[in-house]
T-cell receptor
């Protein structure tokens, strides 16, 4: 079992819809969780950090954390074509930051 | 505050050569991690340096090596280049080690011919 798992996608949503990206992790001791966005040919950019159970909202982005289920998600409201990218989940595991394989999101006009 | 910088941005080498990539972290950040990313592959962790010491190492052959200087700048070296080493090499800096949030540089795109 991989330490951080994401559905590779692509996840296709129409413009204006809510995109839901999911991530599961194996290390129960993880205390912080990060979402990165990576456009094609570019480097990953940190877009959300979440440290406690529940929801954290930042503009159109909401991160949701459920430690009991070892599950973290990213919701993107009012999806725009410019949101089309690969989204990487990252979780500290065994004293290092471990990245999932990423989910490719496509927002269609 | 300036972000993470990497030099060079693009590099073309031939098989058998060696290459050195450089990374300057965000001011005040003491940890530098290196990743390799190839098309269709996720981020493959190479190694992490903190206070000039290698703290973690990924599953790469010994041809891949790195070091960190007292000013936290880091270099990675790949010797005896192979075609499969063509990739985007990313450097990320963080305040500390152990899984803190990381901030990525723009990457160095290496092409091996």
């Amino acid at each position: 079992q991989k330490e951080v798992e994401q559905n590779s996608g692509p996840l296709s949503v129409p413009e204006g819809a809510i995109a839901s990206l999911n991530c599961t992790y194996s290390d129960r001791g993880s205390q912080s969780f990060f979402w990165y966005r990576q456009y094609s040919g570019k480097s990953p950019e940190l877009i959300m950090s979440i440290y406690s159970n529940g929801d954290k909202e930042d503009g159109r982005f909401t991160a949701q954390l459920n430690k009991a289920s070892q599950y973290v998600s990213l919701l993107i409201r009012d999806s725009q074509p410019s949101d089309s990218a690969t989204y990487l989940c990252a979780v500290p595991s065994f004293n290092m930051l471990t990245f999932g394989g990423g989910t490719r999101l496509m927002v269609k006009p | 505050k300036a972000g993470v910088t990497q030099t060079p941005r693009y590099l073309i080498k031939t098989r058998g050569q060696q290459v050195t990539l450089s990374c300057s972290p965000i001011s005040g950040h003491r940890s530098v991690s290196w990743y390799q990313q190839t098309p269709g592959q996720g981020l493959q962790f190479l190694f992490e340096y903190f206070s000039e010491t290698q703290r973690n190492k990924g599953n790469f052959p010994g041809r891949f090596s790195g070091r960190q200087f007292s000013n936290s700048r880091s270099e990675m070296n790949v010797s005896t280049l192979e075609l499969g080493d063509s990739a985007l090499y990313l450097c990320a800096s963080s305040i500390g080690t152990g899984g803190n949030e990381q901030f990525f540089g723009p990457g160095t795109r290496l092409t091996v011919l």
